[in-house]
């Protein structure tokens, strides 16, 4: 059990595969109370059962649908009686230049990576301010600082996620609410399976040969959630160490 960790409710979207379902793994090993959205139910199932979560931890949440992840946090609360932590990371990365003109992929990367985060801290807020405490964390991405030829939308998206999380961190403080902003590089899982145009997903596939495995991310979690309630760790960015 871990100081910061162990009893907290938190709730994860994307915990399916990759950095949450990690995440869920190292949270549930230092004794946080989960509770997990994504699409794939019976994934989250079989996670929560094998980490012994409870009837209610697996919810099947579509983050573009605001009611569903509305659901997904007050069936938190309704279960746990509060909530402390909500890590909005649901997200995909569908890389084309825009010349190829692949507006459902804009779509979907809009309506996943910046609207699911705003509906995440939409439906966490309210529980949050009354309790007088939470934590916020929303996952950005190298790609939130930079940008290349094939990603303008993805790195758009992912900037988003970092103005979002620095203006909510400003008007938060006075709720006693912590913001927390995680921008990984190559992390091993399945996030390059979404690009479907053959070149680029090939280039992918040989850069993400040197990724780094997903319990990265969940150490970089669980150490901005295990300090001390008035340290407030505003963003980490880590990559590999071979990555540019
Ligand atoms: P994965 O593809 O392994 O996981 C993505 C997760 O997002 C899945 O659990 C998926 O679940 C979920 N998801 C996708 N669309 C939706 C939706 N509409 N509603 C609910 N959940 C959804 O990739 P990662 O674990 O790598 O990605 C997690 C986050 O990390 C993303 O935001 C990504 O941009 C970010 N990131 C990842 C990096 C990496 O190198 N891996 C680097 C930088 C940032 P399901 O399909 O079941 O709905």
Redesign the pocket.
Known sequence: MTQGIDNKVVVI?????????ATARRLARDGARLVL????LD??QALAEELSLGDDAAVQ????QYDQVKRLVDGAVRSHGRIDVIIN?????PHSPLERGKVEDWD?MI???IK?VLYGIGAALPYMKEQKSGHIIN?????GHKVRAGGAV?SAT?HAVRVISEGLRQEVKPYNIRTTII????????????ITEPDIAEAMQKA?ES?IP?ES?ASVVAFAMSQPEDVDVNEILFRPTSQE
């Open positions: 979207t994307g915990a399916s595969s990759g950095l949450g379902e959205g994504a699409r794939r994934r989250l949440t579509d983050v573009t990371n649901a997200g995909l990365m979907r309506d996943v990576n699911g996952v950005s991405s190298v790609a993805y992912k921008s990984p590089g190559m992390v091993a899982t399945e996030l390059p399976d979404s993400y990724a997903a991310f």
